[in-house]
């Protein structure tokens, strides 16, 4: 059982080191997310077909689970985006606000009552958000794209609280994979003509990207994703989503160790420069880790009948 929580812990971990690869690729957050999506798709047909898994379905569902794919697609760059546009920090902090994104979507989406307990950890995230983006003038922009993102985040963890009843966890994340990866490639003619650098995709791999990329599509997407599927047979939802909410934790952690090695000069890593935050922004990510760490105890106590949701796609 320690192995167990050991490994989950460890999953956890890769999935807060997205942000700092995302930091470290060179490519635009669209192209990078079409490379992400295409070797995750990848990865995950190539694993359903060595452990003899069906991946055919209806296409209807099919449809509705592609479509699902193009919401994750659309988190995945505005996650990337926030973290080019901030610091990873930062970054991390908007991320942190999806159990509140969560908490007001799921009345409106899936007809269940407001639970009172939750509007009051959403006022404490709403205050630790207010004392980060105080204390972070410079970097506004950045995290309000972030918690943008973070609702997407959300809306996919309703959606998929569905889904997951209905296909094998692994089917489904590489039909949403693949539906992530075509619908950026439906997106690619209005995106080079309006929106990317001098009107033209950038595909190309530079300098490290292929290392970079290889980590975040194979280690942090496939393996980090298939391995939390098994632990989540033996361990129970609670302690699994427990765990997960320290993502930002051991995200903004990796970052400070980064920029601290950088000043030091045993690593140059000049992205993380602007990791150096001021107390306010701590203070403001411990309230908003608070709630959402909070949240699950608080739950458990009012002994709520609430069925676990599958947690959000990993960034």
């Known amino acids: 059982m320690l192995r167990d929580y050991l490994k989950l812990h460890f999953i956890v971990l890769l999935w807060g ?22 070797l995750a798709a990848t990865g995950l047909a190539v694993l359903l077909g060595a452990r003899r898994q069906p991946w055919r379905v209806p296409a209807g569902q099919a449809l509705r ?6 919401l994750v697609a659309t988190h995945w760059i505005t996650f990337f985006l926030a973290a080019r546009l901030s610091s990873v920090s930062v970054c991390l902090a ?8 969560t908490s007001l979507l799921e009345p409106l989406l899936l007809w269940r009552r407001v639970r009172g307990y939750e509007v009051g950890l959403g006022l404490i995230t709403m205050v630790g958000l207010y004392l980060v983006s105080q204390a972070e003038l410079d970097q506004l922009l950045g995290l309000g794209v972030a918690v943008l993102s973070a609702g997407l985040s959300a809306l996919f963890s309703v959606l998929n609280s569905k889904l997951i009843r209905q296909h094998p966890p692994l089917r489904l994340t590489f039909y949403e994979m693949l539906g992530a990866c075509l619908s950026i490639v439906l997106f690619f003619p209005i995106y080079s ?8 995709l950038h595909l190309t791999w530079h300098g490290y990207d292929w290392l970079w990329l290889g980590l975040l599509a194979g280690v942090c997407t496939v393996y980090a994703f ?25 995200g903004i952690a990796m970052a400070a160790a980064i920029y601290w090695l950088h000043r030091k000069g045993l690593l140059h890593a000049p992205q993380f420069n602007g990791e150096r935050m001021s107390t306010g922004f701590y203070v403001g990510t411990l309230l908003i ?18 069925p676990d949701l599958e947690p959000a796609v990993p960034v």
């Open 94 to 101: 908007g991320l942190a606000t999806l159990a509140l994104w």
């Open 193 to 200: 003509h309006y929106f990317a650098q001098d009107q033209q």
């Open 226 to 250: 298939s391995t939390s599927v098994e632990l989540m047979k033996r361990l129970s939802p609670f302690a699994v989503n427990l765990t997960i909410n320290l993502e930002p934790v051991y």
């Open 17 to 38: 080191f997205t942000a700092i690869l995302g930091k470290l690729i060179a490519l635009p957050s669209v192209e990078l997310v079409f490379w992400r999506t295409l």
């Open 289 to 306: 880790v608070l709630s959402v760490l909070i949240h699950p105890l608080v739950a458990r106590l009012m002994k709520d009948k609430r």
């Open 65 to 70: 689970l592609l479509a699902v794919g193009a």
